[in-house]
Every structure is written in C-alpha cells, then in structure tokens.
C-alpha cells in the first residue's frame, strides 16, 4: 500500500498565495464602509472554506454542483486514428476506482470540486510506492485543504514547492508531488477564483441579516401597546383590561379588529414590525 509521502521542496523563494494588494482582512469596522462602498473587502481563505457549513446557500449551491460533477461517468479513451479507443483495463482506471483508502471515486471528485467552488484552487497530493523514488506510478491521490496550502514561486522557475500546514507541523512538498489545479484569477498568476469570492459581501450581508432577525426574536421584549389612564388604575382592574382585551383581539384570526376602552383610556401603538 502506498505511503503519504512527505518530501522536502526544492528552494523556497517567496510565495504567491498572499491576497492581491490593496485587499484586508475583514474587521469590526468593515460593515459600515460596505454600505457607503468605502472599501474592498478581501475574506481570507479560511473564511471562504468555512461558509460551506455556516451558510445554507453557500452550502445547498456548491453541495448541489459538487454531486452533480461526482455522479457524472468518466471514460477512458486512447487516442487512435479515426475513432478512440475505450480503454477497460488500466492503471489509472485503478486509481480511479479507489483513489485512497476508503475513498471512492465519487467522494474524490465531490471533494474536488466543492474546493475548486470555494476557494478557486486545489493541491492534490499524489503518493507512491517510494520513499523517495518519484519515477515510481501514482498509487492515492489526497486532496490537500487549499485554505492551509501555500504556494512557493521562483520569479525564474515558476513553482516551485508547497506548504501543506494542517492541524500538525507544516509539510514540504516538491512541485512534482502536487498536482495544482485552479480557477482562473485575473490578479495573480498562481492564485484563483472559486466563487465565494464575488459573493462574499453578499453573503456577508445575508449572514448579517440572519443573526439580526435572530437577535430580532430572541431579545425583543417590548409591548405592541399601551393602554393609558388618567387617573390611576388599581391592579384588579388592571388585570381585568389586559385580559378582556386580549380575549378579543389575540390570535391570527382576531387581529386588526375594532376596540372600545373604558372612560379616560387611550390606546397608544409603540410595537416595532419586523419590517
């Protein structure tokens, strides 16, 4: 069974994953200058990945497209003249029928592309037989989380290694060891562009909304009105009011209707709608 392979990166130069510039972190301040479109703001890449589980639309969107690539069939054809060949035997066909262990094709694929759709790339690590012996076939394919993966560049050579940092001490990889793939990004030459990025005020928005209404309902104690007298009230007779007042005109189906107070009593709107 093939090893995960953790091998050391050829020189490491600078990286390109940092955001383009000019773009920040989100802070405390960042909510009012998006209503007067004061300012770019940039997620970072932790915070685009992690609203698959903190948005129901982020999530129900790419979960939906992630499933639809994962049950799509996958053939493989040798180039021939005229017509392909359909290959049914073959390593790679190997590799696809269990990329890790555990792992099926589809769950592979899903992964993929639910990265791809958030973030806009994805490291993949391919493990050999070998320790060191990169000439050996590819035997699992790992998808590595894009958010905890830098990208190291040579202004000469191009890519040059990785950095994989889970939750454990940060891990080498040569360029060979990885396969990159990415969506196109316009700002950097090794970055890309999932599709949380264009939404993320939107969605940033729409989360804020939702913690509202929900601070809304929670913490919202008021009256929808006040009976006024007067003079003063005793508490029997205050109870008595509330009461018959509420017999008449609470509930979905006695709303909105007509009220007749005792002598010296007003009526005074104060609730707040949801509106």
């Given amino acids: 069974m093939a090893r995960r392979r953790r091998p050391s990166a050829r020189a490491l130069t600078k990286s390109d994953d940092a955001p383009p510039p000019g773009w920040r972190e989100l802070s405390a301040t960042t909510l009012n200058e998006i209503a007067g479109g004061m300012a770019e703001i940039a997620p970072t890449p932790e915070a685009v990945v992690g609203e698959y589980e903190r948005s129901l639309w982020v999530y129900a969107a790419v979960s939906a497209k992630a499933r639809f690539c994962a049950a799509l069939p996958w053939v493989l ?9 359909v290959v049914g035997e073959h390593e790679v066909l190997d590799l696809m029928e269990r990329p890790a262990p555990g792992v099926t094709w589809s769950d592979f694929v899903e992964a993929c592309v639910t990265y791809l759709e958030l973030a806009g790339r994805l490291p993949i690590e391919k493990a050999r037989e070998g320790e060191s012996d990169s000439t050996e076939p590819v035997k699992q394919l790992h998808p590595l989380q894009p958010h905890k993966t830098k990208v190291i560049v040579s202004p000469k050579k191009g890519i040059t290694g990785f950095v994989y ?28 562009v999932g599709g949380m990025y264009p939404a993320w005020v939107s969605n940033l928005l729409d989360r804020n909304a939702r913690e509202w209404n929900a601070r809304f309902f929670r913490d919202g104690a008021h009256p929808d009105g006040i009976v006024t007298a007067e003079k003063a009230v005793a508490p029997a007779i205050k109870k008595r009011i509330e009461a018959d007042f509420l017999s008449r005109h609470k509930g979905t189906n006695k709303g909105r209707g007509v009220e007749v107070l005792e002598q010296g009593m007003k009526y005074q709107e104060v609730g707040i709608s949801h509106r």
């Avoid at 054809?77 to 060949?85: C, Q």
């Avoid at 939750?167 to 990004?185: E, G, N, S, V």
Wanted: glycine letters at 8%; a positive charge; charged letters at 40%.
């Fill in 165 to 192: 940092s889970p939750d454990m001490a940060p891990q080498k990889y040569a360029a060979k060891d990885i396969c990159y793939l990415t969506y196109f990004d316009p700002l950097r030459e090794f970055g890309g």
């Fill in 77 to 85: 054809k040798r180039r021939r003249k005229g017509k392909d060949e």
